[in-house]
């Protein structure tokens, strides 16, 4: 069995899936958990790529996956932005960019 | 007149009651407010918004020494004449009670007469209250909830006690109660309680008579409590209702058994419906009939509340708790008598145990009581204990109710005799010092002459003096006791017919004997008290020699068992002469002994035992006696911290339990509402670990548990 | 297993990508996890690059590695979350999260990795997915050439084939919105 099995992408995209989600749960600082987002977004990123590749006959390629691939950087793209300007928002009225004080809806 | 319309029997005091209550007491009322006479006797000492009227009306000013005289513990009302509306009152009631009196007497020679009468008795009649299908052995619609009138040889013989008594009473309170303001007011409840007793001997079932028993109690309860307005009395009739309410609980609960057991009331059917239920169950049920007997008839542990309820006035006592409210205890066992011998014979001997303990234990009680009613009051109790033991230990009803029949004369002679010397005294003395203490009595006999020559008939009669008619019964209840093989209630009552000859001698030399008087002290002698008693009135002294002579002759009525006889409905009884047997004279030798050191004691003044008293072992023994055995305080701990105790045990039961458990839901729910709202923390991050945290909990459990996966 | 350089290349790479994912969510300085960051983008680029696309390899360093990074960088600075050395705490409930995640992990791979009815096992074979490959996959793949980009250009602008040219559109006014959002909601008098 090849170590460049589908397998292996798919283990690597979901090793790199909870490496993110971790990221995203653990930290306190808000831009750390937009890190950890990137991350998600980059291993599902790879796994799209793995399936196109290994998606294929000898005679004809399913690009679907890159292509959705692409779209998934360009939308990852702009949230990332909207979610640091958020941020540079919150912290001109808080000046604080710990997630744990920004919970004005609680009980 | 005559057996049939002997349903008339009761409806007299009935209209008396009715007559009195609705138009002459109203009547008086209105003529003493005219007057400006108070309505009740007022304790002396107040100043009452009567005599204030009286001063400012300038009306009659009678009042005043009437409430002055209306004091005095044990005494009776004042001196002052009666209003015009108060004799109509007395008139009512006595005239009501003759003619009961003489129907009753028409009864009885109808029954004497006639022998089929008196073998199968009479139903005067029957009304269906209720028609209801109930299921039983003796069941039929409508035979369940029949009310009726029934005569059979028992009947006549209470009827013909009851009547004769009571118009007796009536006739005394006359005189007795003479100018007491409430005067209309006791005889309505004289004749209500005429009435109610009437019905509880002629009640052919359970029903009427527990209803009539009922009634009896409420009429004790009122006229008890008929000086209400004096501190004592109330308290008094309180104890006698609530006391023999105890034993009614009993009561009710052993009827409805039988009835649930048989589904009928009814005295005639019962009998043989009994045969069908169980013997022990029956047993049980007959025994809590019995104590609906302990509460009514005071016997031991019931009994504390009969010497309190000499508080009410003396022909109250006389009437009630002497001849004839206390005897429906011995009544209803004798009219249950052949549902006791159907159930086991514990049932008997649980009857006769109670009645020979109480008997010896108020005899021992009575011999120290100073004062004069009290020991008669103790009398009553001793002496229905005989009653109760010739119940359970006899075949028959015979002796047992023999003994109530010669009891009710002479313990009424006995009271109302003794009412007449408190009359005396009262009439004698400054109304502010007790008026019922022996200790201030003595040699009455020359001064009362009447009085006195009654009473002794009484005494000796009671002390089971050979030829007077006590003699005859009580010898008859010792000698069955004997003859069945009870030798423990034999002993008892041997020893309570001493005890109760040398009590009532003691009472006799206290009151009309003493130091100095003739016969060694037996007739007349050294007053100890203040003034000069006379001798009472013909209205008080007439039944007086009317109770005597049968308290003396009617013992003879048993002679070659014509009572017994009678009571079985002809059904010829054994006799045995009584003078023929040895075991008679050690009944008679005990008595003498009694009466003889009773004589020596009180008549000549050989005091022995007030040295004795001063020894460790007397003085114990004194008090003990002296203060009842201390019964009365043992109740009250009982309640104090038996019922009460259990009342907050209750109530901190109420308090943290239940009250507990709805506030602890209540608090349960808002603490854990609270707990669960800081579920929101409003960080995104806590949502998101729960999302994916629920997640990962639900691939696992999937992956593990569903086998399409795996 | 076969070891040639290919897998070589897998291996490391992917041992730096994971490594450095670690070391951006571990760090305590949120300036050393950014640059981790870059780390990561720039590995996963090699990763595609294995994966025959290098169109988007290109693109993914162009963009992730090249903007965002950036972007995460200014944001920063702006908020002066800067070097301290605990500007980039754990929360209190770190464990929890990290067992979490290795329960979803383990909840994905082993599954992946051991059950037979899963698409990479031998049961389902490639052959299955070669087939719907051959449904799927668009006409102009047939015969087009065996370039990366211009495959990907005709796929994405195509007017005459099957084109993801509308998602393509929208997407560019996803991003016009988000230029716009982001400057409004920055925006010093907001």
New interface residues.
């Given amino acids: 069995m090849s170590v460049l099995s589908l397998n292996s992408f798919l283990v690597l995209g979901a090793i790199l899936f909870c490496i993110g989600l971790y990221g995203a749960l653990a930290k306190r600082n808000a831009i750390s958990v937009l890190m950890g987002i990137e991350i998600m977004l980059n291993a599902v990123n790879i796994t799209l790529i793995a399936f196109s590749f290994f998606n294929r006959t000898p005679f004809a390629v399913n690009l679907t996956g890159q292509i959705f691939a692409i779209f998934i950087i360009t939308v990852a793209a702009a949230e990332a932005a909207v979610a640091l300007a958020m941020i540079i928002a919150i912290y001109r009225r808080r000046v604080t960019v710990d997630v744990t004080e920004i919970n004005m809806m609680k009980w | 007149m005559g057996v049939q319309s002997a349903w008339l029997i009761p409806v007299f005091p009935l209209a008396a009651f009715v007559l009195i209550v609705f138009i002459w007491r109203p009547l008086d009322l209105r003529d003493r407010r005219k007057a400006g006479l108070a309505p009740v006797a007022v304790p002396a000492g107040h100043e009452t918004a009567g005599a204030h009227e009286i001063q400012a009306h300038g009306g009659p000013v009678v009042v005043v020494t009437e409430e002055h005289e209306g004091e005095g513990h044990g005494g009776h009302g004042a001196h002052a004449s009666n209003t015009r509306f108060g004799w109509a009152s007395s008139i009512t009631a006595v005239v009501a009670m003759l003619a009961s009196f003489v129907w009753a007497l028409a009864v009885f020679f109808q029954f004497l007469s006639n022998a089929t009468l008196l073998r199968n008795g009479y139903q005067v009649f029957t009304w269906n209250w209720l028609s209801l299908h109930i299921n039983g052995p003796a069941s039929s619609p409508g035979s369940a909830y029949a009310i009726g009138f029934h005569l059979d040889a028992l009947t006549a013989v209470m009827l013909l006690v009851v009547t004769f008594v009571s118009l007796l009473v009536f006739f005394y309170s006359q005189g007795y109660m003479e100018g007491d303001p409430g005067y209309p007011r006791f005889f309505a409840w004289l004749s209500l309680f005429a009435l109610s007793m009437l019905l509880l001997v002629l009640a052919d079932n359970f029903l009427l008579l527990y209803i009539s028993w009922e009634l009896v109690g409420l009429c004790s309860y009122l006229l008890i409590g008929y000086w209400y307005e004096r501190n004592d009395p109330p308290p008094a009739a309180l104890k006698a209702f609530i006391t023999t309410r105890f034993g009614d609980f009993g009561f009710l609960i052993g009827i409805l058994v039988l009835f649930a057991a048989t589904g009928t009331f009814s005295f005639a059917a019962l009998p043989s419906a009994v045969t069908q239920m169980n013997q022990n169950l029956l047993t049980v049920a007959m025994i809590l009939v019995f104590c609906g007997a302990v509460g009514k008839s005071a016997q031991f542990p019931l009994h504390v509340w009969l010497p309190d309820a000499m508080e009410g006035p003396t022909p109250v006592s006389a009437l009630i708790h002497a001849a004839t409210m206390v005897a429906a205890g011995v009544y209803l066992v004798a009219r249950t008598f052949l549902l006791f011998r159907a159930a086991d014979p514990a049932a008997f001997m649980v009857v006769a145990y109670i009645g020979g303990f109480t008997a010896f234990f108020a005899a021992t009680i009575a011999l120290v009581q100073n004062d004069i009613k009290r020991v008669l009051a103790y009398s009553t109790i001793s002496q229905l204990g005989y009653m109760f033991v010739g119940l359970g230990v006899a075949d028959t009803q015979g002796p047992g109710i023999f003994h109530l029949f010669t009891h009710a004369f002479f313990k009424a002679l006995l009271f109302l005799g003794s009412g007449s010397v408190i009359h005396a005294m009262h009439a004698a003395r400054n109304p502010e010092e007790r008026t019922q203490d022996m200790r201030q009595m003595g040699g009455l006999a020359s001064r009362m002459k009447i009085t006195a020559t009654c009473f002794l008939m009484a005494t000796l009669s009671i002390s089971g003096f050979p030829g007077f008619a006590g003699f005859f019964s009580k010898d008859d209840i010792i000698g069955q006791a004997f003859d069945h093989g009870q030798y423990i209630l034999y002993g008892l009552t041997l020893a309570t017919a001493g005890l109760t000859a040398f009590y009532m001698f003691r009472l006799w030399f206290m009151t009309f004997g003493g130091r100095g008087g003739r016969l060694f002290g037996f007739w007349g002698g050294e007053y100890r008290g203040v003034g000069d008693p006379p001798e009472s009135s013909w209205l008080i002294t007439l039944p007086l020699v009317l109770l005597a002579i049968p308290s003396v002759f009617v013992g003879y009525w048993a002679w070659n068992g014509r009572f017994a006889t009678f009571l079985q409905g002809g059904v010829q009884q054994v006799f045995v002469n009584p003078f023929s047997i040895g075991l008679t004279y050690a009944g008679i030798g005990i008595a003498f002994v009694g009466i003889g050191l009773a004589w020596a004691m009180y008549g000549a003044g050989w005091r022995w035992d007030l040295a004795f008293t001063r020894t460790p072992v007397g003085a114990f023994l004194y008090r003990i006696l002296l203060n009842k055995y201390y019964m009365d305080e043992l109740y009250l701990w009982i309640v104090r911290k038996g019922v009460l105790g259990l009342a907050y045990a209750a109530e901190a039961f109420d308090r943290y339990v239940i009250d507990g458990l709805v506030n602890g839901t209540a608090s349960a729910i808002v603490t854990l509402g609270a707990d669960f ?2 579920i ?7 949502y ?2 729960a999302i ?2 629920g ?3 639900l ?2 459990a999937v ?1 593990i548990f569903v086998q399409a ?2 | 297993m076969q070891f040639d350089i290919a897998s070589l290349f897998f291996l490391i790479t992917a041992a730096i990508l994971v490594g450095s994912a670690l070391l951006v969510v571990t760090m305590r300085r949120i300036v050393h996890s950014a640059l981790f960051l870059a780390v990561v983008f720039a590995a996963a680029a090699g990763i595609y690059i294995l994966l025959n696309a290098e169109f988007i390899a290109v693109v993914q360093v162009l963009i992730y590695a090249g903007a965002v990074s950036i972007l995460v960088l200014f944001a920063i600075m702006l908020t002066q979350a800067s070097n301290t050395p605990r500007s980039n705490p754990v929360n209190k409930t770190w464990w929890l999260a990290a067992l979490i995640c290795v329960m979803l992990g383990a909840a994905i791979i082993f599954p992946l990795t051991t059950s037979p009815k899963a698409v990479t096992s031998s049961n389902a074979g490639v052959a299955a997915v070669g087939t719907s490959a051959g449904r799927t996959a668009s006409p102009a793949a047939s015969n087009a050439s065996s370039n990366n980009v211009a495959r990907i250009g005709q796929l994405l602008y195509s007017p005459i084939e099957y084109s993801y040219v509308l998602p393509f559109e929208i997407a560019s006014l996803v991003l016009l919105v988000a230029i716009i959002g982001a400057i409004v909601i920055s925006r010093e008098d907001l």
Avoid: C, D, N, Y
């Fill in positions: 709202r800081r929101e923390t409003g960080r995104l991050q806590s998101a670990i994916f945290g997640a990962a909990l691939s696992a992956f996966v795996k």
